[in-house]
């Protein structure tokens, strides 16, 4: 590992998948990178939870696939369902065997993805993860960019990539918009050990569920089942997070006697919004830091591995004398496009279908699906683009 005198060629702010990702991808190539974290560990929280095809590919260049799928499960089908209709279409990856070496979802949480990488960092001596390491401040010029910790610490290298959440300091210290919107649901996840297939016996580890007032995302980890309802306007923090509410929201899967077993719940508001830009001068914008969405669908870490996965090559390249400065433009290019265009516009989509009020829209809807699977083609063009195979060459 580097030490805290040695100046690094790329710092990387925040390590989470995606800042752990690029820092791991540079380190492989000899770059020699220092990656600051705000947290005092890695971040153990339960957020995103599905790699798709795509994503496996590249970690499995990164010879990081098979430990995460040694601690994940592989899931080949998703369910759209009604509560009140049951099942509605059944969506088969395998149909993708032509197109991927991994024609499936691994299921497992993003936590495990970061601790892997950081096992593997500890075997290389050009890379160091700096824990309670805030930043609040950047500033550059034509030779470098460095960064204030909130301790007062001060950090200097060849470029800066700001991987440092919804929130980024780097991204606010730039000036950088974040354009979009604010959702009016805030999202209630509630995680539990209890076996879902007791009330579902025909469920699949994906599942949306539609419903014009409480609809519900069902989505299998290898520890627990995880349940995401939107919680209605005007309802408080307190009053969501209550235990009566809870078990409300949870017997709508099913009436477990004595009341549900809950490892944790969350509560948080959803937003869709896509940096100004993506790069500024030495600094460039990757993941939750340059791009936010709705959760539906499970594209916001994917986008954000592929995000780290381009720039680590391209940035690797110009310290590596492979590529002059202006091709580092190409960054913003393509990926900006690709939050704008795909990611933003198929999660708003999977938000509208799955809280459809319009009772002729709904049966329409259901029509369609049912129709999609019926057809080969259409059935393996849709898991193509909802697993995010169509996306994969603008991140290579």
Request: hydrophobic share 40%; aromatic share 6%.
């Amino acid at each position: 590992m580097t030490t805290s005198e040695t100046r690094a060629q790329v710092l990387v702010a925040g390590a989470g998948p995606v800042g752990m990702t690029a820092a791991y991808m540079l380190a492989r190539r000899g770059v020699t990178v220092r990656v600051l974290e705000a947290g005092p560990d890695l971040s153990t929280e339960s957020r995103a939870s599905t790699f798709h095809p795509p994503t496996l590919e590249m970690l499995d260049e990164l010879e990081l696939a098979e430990d995460l799928r040694a601690q994940g499960i592989d899931v080949p089908t998703f369910q759209h369902r009604d509560r009140s209709e049951g099942l509605i279409a059944e969506f088969d990856l395998s149909l993708l065997r032509e197109d991927t070496r991994f024609p499936f979802r691994v299921q497992c949480e993003q936590s495990k993805l970061t601790r892997i990488i950081l096992d593997k960092m500890e075997q290389l001596p050009n890379v160091e993860v700096v824990f309670d390491a805030r930043v609040t401040a950047v500033a550059q010029d034509r030779a470098d960019v460095s960064v204030q910790l909130a301790d007062g610490r001060n950090f200097s290298a060849d470029y800066l990539i700001g991987a440092d959440g919804a929130s980024s300091a780097v991204r606010q210290t730039l000036g950088i918009d974040f354009e979009g919107q604010t959702y009016p649901e805030r999202y209630l996840v509630i995680s539990t050990r209890e076996d879902i297939k007791q009330w579902i016996p025909d469920i699949a580890y994906v599942n949306y569920i539609s419903d014009p007032r409480e609809w519900v995302v069902l989505l299998r980890t290898p520890q627990h089942w995880r349940a995401m309802f939107p919680v209605a306007e005007g309802t408080s923090d307190e009053e969501a997070l209550a235990t009566g509410h809870v078990q409300r929201m949870m017997n709508i899967v099913g009436d477990c006697p004595g009341g549900w077993p809950i490892l944790h719940t969350t509560l948080y508001r959803v937003h869709q919004r896509v940096a100004g830009r993506y790069r500024e001068g030495r600094v460039f914008l990757a993941g939750d830091a340059a791009h936010i969405n709705n959760p539906l669908g499970g594209l916001g870490m994917n986008s954000g591995i592929h995000d780290a996965y381009m720039l680590a090559r391209i940035l690797g390249d110009r310290l590596l004398g492979l590529a002059s400065e202006d091709e580092l433009d190409t960054y913003e290019e393509q990926r900006r496009e690709v939050s704008r265009a795909y990611v933003a516009v198929e999660t708003d989509k999977n938000w509208r279908r799955i809280r459809e009020r319009d009772e002729v829209q709904r049966q329409n809807q259901f029509a369609e699906l049912r129709s999609i699977v019926a057809d080969p083609e259409r059935h393996r063009q849709h898991v193509r683009n909802t697993c995010m195979v169509s996306e994969l060459a603008h991140a290579r």
